[in-house]
């Protein structure tokens, strides 16, 4: 909760208006959920307004990356922006840092954005684009970094879950510290509605424990009753299998080599950022698996 001297992302008026881009991935519907249960003013920004407004009942206007003239319209009237780049969209520099210049062109006081773990060294990385162009301007934003989210159970893993009763992954014996969407949301939102206290940071977020993903099989068995097991995959046959459900073969790259960085350990370590911005204990993969289980059944 907010303070009575604390300051806040708010318009004339006193209350806070959030453009949310990406409202429907992961991040964007967990983000617009804790706005919703903080009775705080956001619209979605859309490439089909009408549709999306329609089915969640909320405000949402026209937005494109990829069509400059639906920036100005979207932001306007808005105080902060919550910025998450689509996996379809590589050229950031074209698309993503020309709408942060009219955001902040139209007043726009805090940018929230959702970036990946090694962005800020690796240029090669759509994100690192953009983390540079919000560093060398005004000091109204706050870069999140999550960790492997424990929603990809529920996402990226479902079908293989429930089809085959499995997950395979070439992630061999490597460890996660799985964060819960949830908890990414929230510290996102935090930094909305309280730029002051947030501003010009970058937070790296991780779940709390480093699991394996035989111990995530363990859980959704536990919790479905049914046996979920491991089963490790060799880098060839992953791919493979993920062609064959369609995946792009640009996509198929990344979650390939997503995957052999865990194998060597690239996702195990535990930050306490996000216990210390929460100020409580993150949220187990088991509650998520205990809250969500019928995804899988």
Do not use: K
Request: aromatic fraction near 8%.
């Amino acid at each position: 909760m907010l303070g009575s001297g604390s300051r806040t992302a708010n318009g004339e008026d006193g209350v806070p208006m959030i453009l949310v881009t990406g409202g429907s991935g992961n991040v964007g519907s967990a983000v617009v959920n804790d706005l919703r249960v903080r009775r705080i003013p956001f619209r979605i920004g859309a490439r089909h307004p009408d549709t999306t407004g329609a089915r969640d009942g909320v405000e949402a206007v026209a937005f494109n990356f990829l069509d400059p003239n639906t920036f100005q319209p979207a932001v306007r009237g808005c105080n902060a922006v919550f910025l998450l780049r689509p996996p379809a969209i590589s050229d950031t520099r074209r698309t993503l840092n020309p709408f942060v210049d009219v955001a902040r062109a139209e007043g726009v006081r805090q940018i929230v954005f959702i970036s990946v773990a090694g962005a800020a060294d690796n240029p090669l990385v759509p994100h690192h684009a953009v983390e540079q162009h919000l560093r060398h301007g005004p000091e109204s934003w706050t870069i999140v970094r999550p960790g492997f989210f424990a929603q990809n159970l529920g996402v990226a893993y479902r079908a293989d879950i429930i089809q085959d009763n499995r997950l395979f992954v070439p992630a061999g014996r490597g460890r996660v510290a799985f964060v819960d969407v949830r908890d990414v949301a929230h510290v996102a939102v935090n930094a909305l509605i309280d730029p002051a206290s947030h501003q010009s940071q970058t937070y790296t977020l991780t779940g709390s424990e480093p699991l394996s993903f035989a111990d995530a099989a363990g859980i959704l068995s536990r919790e479905t009753a049914r046996v979920i097991r491991y089963q490790p995959a060799s880098i060839p046959a992953y791919c493979v299998h993920l062609r064959r459900r369609g995946m792009p073969f640009a996509q198929v790259l990344v979650q390939a080599i997503l995957h052999v960085g865990i194998r060597f350990g690239q996702a195990e370590t535990v930050n306490e950022t996000l216990a210390s911005l929460l100020v409580r204990r993150p949220r187990t993969l088991h509650e998520y698996v205990r809250d969500h289980r019928s995804l899988w059944t």
